[in-house]
């Protein structure tokens, strides 16, 4: 049953790493059990609930669906890469805390990652393209307007202060949401 | 427990604490049972029953125990246990039948989660498919199927629970207050009114999930996104037999629970698969399927109203049947109807009453707690029919609510006097029909479109479901830089009750909220006993327990600063992180100085290490009576309200919600953000019951929406244009500084509410939840044609 392994590289919240994965390997399942990154979280497995989001290239993807091969060569950003180099928090954090944007805190992590691919690629987003951008992310808890103003309040902030962009989600910006 | 510092500025009580959680969360490093893995941790999976109702006839499990990697293969034969928390009906893997699709029949633990799942399809199951019952109006009629025939021998909570062997009843609650007929009598005229509600889920984020180790020596290491670990621990006790000092509880940060964490869930089969699997750890994490199918849901309702009214539109007899769907298990369920009954009237002042309470087995989904825990179900129809009935009597839907809120020197339905000071229903309807403009000219869409205004109003109100003995406890542990462990077993899945304890801890000790540690996993082993963190009864009770426990603090500190500031005790004031004598401010002494014991310059020492235990006990319940129902159920009332207005498409049943206000009387606002954020997030919540969520089976009793796809809860897209939070604070006496719980309260009436505003918009009447396009466009289709056929008569 032991499935043929690749050794695959890529850039981890700025970081080279090369890990060993199995070929049916999801990227969420490497990034829990070969990097030890456990802020991605489960919420569904099958691409429904925006939980495990993460940045490919800068893009939110549902790391559930994508096969951990497929991140080879790329840049992988998470929740543990979107504090700002000094540790400190991002602006996009600091909001989610200030408007309490969170409650459980289990679509958080994916929550701010397809805000911060977003922002990556609309610094300035209307209220309508915020709700577009986090329509895949479910959250039974914070009812989202919260999660919006957050969101709203960050990209003012950074939009002012000229953009920290965190490392890991450095990389070209594509369009809209991966798969 | 009111506070002595009621009488003076507070410092953290009410001011904007951001949540303690926060920054943990934002960064990805709140650890959940999801993220654990222990060493040599197996991986479960289970295998679940195709048939709502069947007998299983054989089982062979050879083939999977040959798949490389497995470790364990459990089939119910192997497992006999029941576990329940009210009602122990339910064994932990199917045995000889099964009682709905989706049920757990059979599991394995295996080396990786691939080969567990692959094993479970390789056991070989036959079935012999038996009559299913799948309505709990059939379930009633003499001749249907018995969902449980042994339904006598179960154990249960003696004296609050009434089955009727021989029949699909798990309970029957009644309420019998005043005269009935005379009632009737007395109206002028007389409504029959019936609703429903379908069974729905949670769907919390993170699915049910735990990691069980059954230790040679007979220890049992559990950790479980649980709501309440002293409960698993006393209903795993009671299952296996195990003595509770032996089973270990702990409960990290968990993804959202609402009622659906409650009670006990996948902790005994986790801990047999352990057994068997020589006992290496064995986590099992359900899957969103079974999430669904498997693990139990809100259970649908069918209610009979019938309401005796006079011209005025005061209430002199109600007459109620509310029927549970249960499901196939009733285990928590039975006490949602109870719970459902006691307040089954809604907040209103009803001097004749009869309510019949009854929960049905059927062979479903089983049901549970969830989120206003049966109010949500029972006040759809109480505030549809209000409003059915003031229109009938040409009557204001607010001013029919109003003539009959319950007030200070009313009764409720069980008997219990109202008082000045247990919290205002009508001031919160008077804030929330006056923030959508009740009453004043409406601003409707241009005529000759589609889309047609309508607003609604609802009332609501619910108290903590608990057993009358409900308790709790909190340490406070002061470290040796004066800052302060605060220990409690509620569990905070996303409420913010820790940030509201910190909060008062503060406060009462006299530190800033920084210096409060709230210890964030919960451990049977070293955070003291609560009985389950549901009900919104976390903050009152816990609150009031920290209290207490901040007290005995401060009486340590001042009995070892009285000696050393030569001053009686009396005249020694805590604050700042100092113990002062009052009227002379330089004598004092900084708690650092005393926390570990005071050191004289000689050497001496006096004092020793402060820890403070704090309590609380709920005051003043009673058992109901099994006749009548009457007895005092309730430690406190919280009351609210919600008005809508929206718009609907008459092209496509679409509803848009302009402005959804929502009040509450909370007694007293402990953290404003809070409270605002929980009542958003439980309005769309309750959004998601009004107008989208529901189960659908097919004709055997097969979901068919087990899915975020084809079960739609709402999404960013989904909320209302505008939402307004509205605080009414009547400060109930003895929560901590007057506060009362409102963690479930904001999804309850709102699908009265929006049915209602629909209702207005199109004239016509729903009585059936949810109010989903396909519904409500059908509807305005069958007006349509009846119009027309009336006009061409
Ligand atoms: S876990 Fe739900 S989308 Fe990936
Ligand atoms: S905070 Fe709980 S799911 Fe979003």
Excluded at chain 1, 120 to 132: A, C, D, K, L, W
Excluded at chain 2, 6 to 20: H, S
Excluded at chain 2, 241 to 252: A, D, K, N, Q, T
Excluded at chain 2, 272 to 296: N, Q, Y
Aim: proline share 6%; with cysteine; net charge negative.
């Amino acid at each position: 049953m032991e499935a043929t392994r690749r050794t695959i590289r890529l850039v981890v919240n700025g970081k080279p790493r090369s890990i060993e994965v199995a070929a049916h390997e999801t990227l969420l399942a490497a990034l829990k059990e070969r990097l030890y990154l456990t802020g991605a979280k489960e919420g569904c497995g099958v691409g429904e609930c925006g939980a495990c989001t993460v940045l490919l290239d800068g893009r939110a993807v549902n790391a559930c669906l994508v096969l951990a091969v497929e991140a080879d060569g790329r840049e992988l950003g998470t929740i543990e890469g979107e504090a700002r180099p000094d540790g400190s928090l991002s602006a996009l954090q600091r909001a989610f805390i200030d408007h309490a944007a969170l409650q459980c805190g289990f679509c958080t992590p994916g929550m701010v990652l397809s805000a911060r691919a977003l922002l990556r690629r609309n610094p300035r987003p209307s209220r309508e393209e915020i709700v577009e951008a986090i329509a895949g992310n479910l959250c039974r808890c914070t009812g989202y307007e919260p999660v919006i103003d957050a969101i709203a309040a960050a990209a003012e902030e950074e939009a002012a202060e000229g953009s920290v962009v965190p490392p890991a989600a450095s990389a070209g910006a594509g369009e809209g949401r991966g798969p | 427990m009111t506070s002595r510092a009621n009488d003076r500025e507070l410092r953290w009580v009410g001011r904007p604490v951001p949540r303690i959680d926060g920054e943990a969360k934002v960064r990805g490093c709140a650890t959940y049972v999801h993220d654990m893995a222990w060493p040599g941790m197996l991986f479960a999976r289970i295998k679940t029953s195709p048939h709502a109702s069947a007998r299983i006839v054989r089982v062979d499990t050879g083939e999977a125990e040959q798949v490389p990697g497995v470790r364990a293969v459990l089939v119910g034969a192997d497992l006999p246990y029941k576990v329940g928390l009210y009602m122990i009906d339910k064994s932990i893997l199917a045995r000889d039948v099964v009682r709905y699709c989706g049920e757990a029949v059979a599991a394995v633990a295996a080396e990786t989660e691939l080969a567990a799942e692959e094993a479970c399809e390789r056991i070989r199951i036959e079935y012999e498919p038996l009559p299913a019952v799948l309505d709990p109006v059939a379930a009633l009629a003499p001749d249907a199927p018995l969902v449980h025939p042994g339904l006598a021998e179960y154990g249960r909570m003696k004296g609050v629970f009434f089955p009727r062997p021989g029949t699909n009843v798990a309970h029957h609650q009644k309420i019998r207050k005043g005269d009935l007929l005379a009632g009737f009598r007395a109206a002028d005229r007389t409504f029959e009114h019936a609703f429903s509600n379908p069974p729905v889920q949670h769907a919390f984020l993170e699915t049910h999930t735990a990691i069980v180790q059954a230790l040679p020596d007979g220890r049992v290491e559990i950790v479980s996104s649980a709501q309440s670990p002293y409960t698993v621990r006393q209903l795993f006790s009671v299952c296996f037999g195990i003595p509770l000092s032996r089973i270990h509880v702990r409960v990290p940060y968990v993804g959202g629970g609402f009622g659906g964490k409650a009670g006990i869930h996948l902790e005994p089969l986790v801990y047999c698969l352990s057994r068997k699997a020589d006992g290496r750890p064995v986590k099992l994490t359900i899957s969103r399927e079974e999430a669904f199918h498997t693990m139990p849901s809100r259970q649908g309702l069918r209610s009979r109203i019938r309401t005796g009214v006079r011209n005025d539109g005061r209430i002199t007899a109600l007459e109620v049947e509310y029927l549970w769907d249960a499901g196939a298990y009733a285990d928590y369920g039975v006490n949602v109807g109870r719970a459902a009954a006691y307040s089954g009237a809604g907040p209103y002042d009803i001097p004749n009453c009869h309510i019949d309470s009854l929960v049905v087995y059927t062979n479903k989904t089983f049901g549970t707690a969830y989120r206003g825990f049966g109010h949500l179900e029972v006040l759809w129809g109480i505030e549809r029919n209000l409003d059915l009935i003031a229109r009938e009597l040409a009557l204001d839907p607010y001013a029919i609510r109003i003539g009959n809120c319950l007030r200070a020197g009313s009764t409720t339905i069980t008997g219990e006097e109202v008082t000045a000071n247990p919290g205002r229903p009508d001031l919160c309807l008077e804030a929330a029909a006056k923030a959508v403009g009740w009453g004043e000219p409406r601003s409707g869409p241009a005529p000759g479109g589609t889309r047609r205004r309508g607003r609604g109003l609802a009332l609501l109100h619910k108290a903590p479901a608990m057993p009358v003995f409900t308790s709790c406890s909190a340490i406070l542990k002061f470290n040796e830089d004066a800052s302060v462990d605060l220990l409690v077993s509620g569990v905070d899945y996303g409420q913010g009750t820790y940030t509201a304890l910190a909060q008062i801890a503060a406060e009462e000790l006299g530190l800033p909220v920084d210096r409060i540690h709230v210890v964030w996993e919960c451990d049977t082993d070293f955070t003291p006993y609560d009985w389950q963190t549901v009900a919104s009864r976390f903050a009152f009770m816990g609150g009031n327990a920290v209290i207490d426990a901040a007290r005995d603090c401060l009486a340590q500190l001042r009995a070892v600063a009285a000696q050393v500031l030569h001053a009686p005790e009396s005249e020694l004031v805590c604050a700042d992180g100092k113990v002062s004598v009052v009227h002379n401010p330089g004598s004092s002494l900084d708690y650092r100085r005393l926390v570990m014991g005071y050191t004289y310059p000689n050497g001496n020492s006096i004092g020793g290490p402060v820890i403070g235990r704090g309590r609380y006990i709920a005051q003043g319940l009673t058992h109901l009576d099994p006749e009548t129902g009457q007895g005092r159920p309730a430690l406190d009332w919280t009351y609210g309200a919600h008005a809508v207005e929206l718009e609907v498409d008459t092209a496509t049943g679409d509803i848009e919600i302009l402005h959804l206000a929502s009040a509450f009387d909370v007694g007293k606002t402990l953290n404003r953000q809070q409270v605002v954020t929980q009542i958003i997030g439980g309005v769309v919540q309750g959004i998601g019951s009004a107008v989208s969520e529901e189960f659908l089976f097919d004709a055997q009793g097969r979901f068919r929406n087990a899915g975020f796809v084809d079960y739609k809860i709402p999404t960013a897209k989904d909320i209302p244009r505008r939402m307004s939070q509205h605080i009414v604070e009547t400060p109930q006496l003895d929560g901590p500084y007057g506060a009362r719980g409102v963690a479930e309260h904001p999804m309850i009436s709102i699908p009265g509410a929006i049915g209602n505003a629909l209702a207005d918009a199109l004239g016509i009447d729903f009585f059936e939840l949810p109010l989903n396009p396909e519904r409500v466009y059908l509807a305005i289709k069958k007006a349509g044609r009846k119009k027309t056929t009336d006009e061409h008569r």
